[in-house]
């Protein structure tokens, strides 16, 4: 387990909520940031604020390289081979959009085939939802095991040689299935398809290497991995990018203006138009340096201990149900019994633990779940085996006053 030293290098966590200390456990939605990236932030508005790529003044020469000098941290961090295949946005909503309008609305075809797993955030379904309205293509989703896995078999049999695009989620933000990206790339592969990847789950949680896994496109956001809100990252492979018109058109990606045509730069630029995010990526590079520090072996082996732990100790509640496989990712999607997930959130909050509760942007899942929304506890490096105990605590005096009420 990771120690104390960790959590105490996040000032939020050290106060009270309704009168009892903080117990965070929403990180699947956003975590929390380490002083030293908020360090960097303000360090970056109050030493060097500036403008980047073209300025020769002094602030504009820093910022830049702040600004570039993140991508080459990013590009290391999930050893994408060159920094041309790393793309700022502005999270993994926009990247999957960036993908599905740029490089969707160009290959497919009426009579195609784009495969999805029933398991997506909405930011994975609807914009293949839109691409397939406009090219005609099909939509085909992966069925779920009981343990809401999905399998390989199944894979082999509904990708063909009509499947243009797979588009999954690493780990699910509702079951924590860490789903077998490699081997679904390979079948893809095989069968002239490529492969669009919904990471903002799984990178601030383990090791990513997309050279590795053989992805061809990566999408994750900064807010999920200790940096700051609205900056996010593509990761296309470059003979693919290359040959993907961009879909924001003004300043920064271009490279000569005429009055009736225009060139673009080279990648990345030419899909970062108009003023980048610059504080964004500065605080994401900071993020980057943080997570390499405290190391993302330790960081999944401390989550998977916790996860472990959780569904012990849930375990022996009389009348909850957890969702999802037992081998997971750090977090337990639950509900109790009679009790609805959003009373379920708000007794804990009156016990300052903090959960998320309703469809977590995974309505098609639900169903298939049979629920309507579902309460999640999602754990990250600053939580303990103390903060589960104060959670199954509180869900057994929840559950105590619901059955008093009721």
């Not at 830049?64 to 993140?70: I, P, Q």
């Not at 990708?159 to 989620?169: D, F, H, L, R, Y």
């Not at 669009?196 to 990566?218: I, K, N, R, T, W």
Request: proline fraction near 3%.
């Amino acid at each position: 387990m990771l120690n104390e030293t960790v959590r105490k290098q996040f000032p939020i966590l050290d106060q009270e909520v309704n009168e009892h200390s903080l117990v965070y456990l929403d990180s699947a939605a956003t975590s929390q940031k380490p002083q030293s990236v908020i360090d960097a932030l303000n360090e970056y508005y109050q030493r060097y604020n500036s403008n980047v790529h073209r300025g020769v003044h002094t602030l504009g020469t820093r910022a830049t390289e702040g600004y570039e000098g993140a991508r080459e941290k990013v590009k290391s961090f999930i050893n994408a081979n060159s920094i041309k295949e790393v793309i700022f946005m502005r999270g993994t909503t926009t990247a999957i959009n960036t993908v599905a309008h740029s490089y969707g609305r160009e290959k497919l075809s009426e009579g195609d085939e784009i495969v999805l797993t029933k398991m997506e955030h909405h930011s994975n379904i609807i914009p293949w939802q839109q691409v397939a309205k406009v090219t005609g293509a099909t939509l085909k989703y992966l069925p779920l095991q009981e343990d809401g896995t999905i399998s390989l078999d199944d894979v082999r049999e509904l990708v063909t040689s009509k499947t243009k695009i797979v588009a999954m989620g690493h780990v699910s933000n509702v079951l924590g299935t860490i789903n077998p990206i490699k081997e679904v790339a390979k079948i893809a592969h095989e069968n002239g398809a490529v492969i669009v990847v919904d990471g903002a789950q799984s990178v601030p949680h383990m090791s990513v290497d997309v050279q590795e896994l053989d992805v061809d496109f990566y999408a994750f956001s900064a807010h999920k991995m200790c940096g700051p809100t609205g900056i996010g990252v593509l990761y296309g492979k470059q003979h693919l990018l290359e040959n993907m018109e961009p879909v924001e058109f003004g300043g920064e990606m271009i490279d000569f203006v005429n009055l009736y045509d225009s060139t673009w730069k080279e990648l990345p630029w030419k899909f970062e138009g108009g003023t980048p995010i610059i504080a964004g990526a500065i605080g994401l590079g900071a993020a980057i340096d943080f997570l390499n520090d405290v190391g993302m072996e330790a960081i999944e082996e401390h989550e998977q201990e916790l996860a472990n732990y959780a569904l012990e100790q849930m375990e022996q509640i009389d009348g909850i149900t957890i969702f999802g496989p037992r081998e997971r990712a750090g977090l337990v999607t639950f509900n109790l019994n009679d009790v609805h997930p959003h009373d379920t959130a708000t007794a804990l909050d009156s016990l300052g633990i903090a959960v998320r509760a309703g469809h977590h942007c995974a309505q098609p899942l639900m169903k298939e779940l049979q629920v309507t929304a579902t309460a999640r506890a999602s754990f990250y490096l600053y939580n303990s085996k103390k903060d589960v105990d104060q959670l199954v605590e509180g869900l057994r005096k929840t559950k105590e006053y619901f059955g008093d009420v009721f």
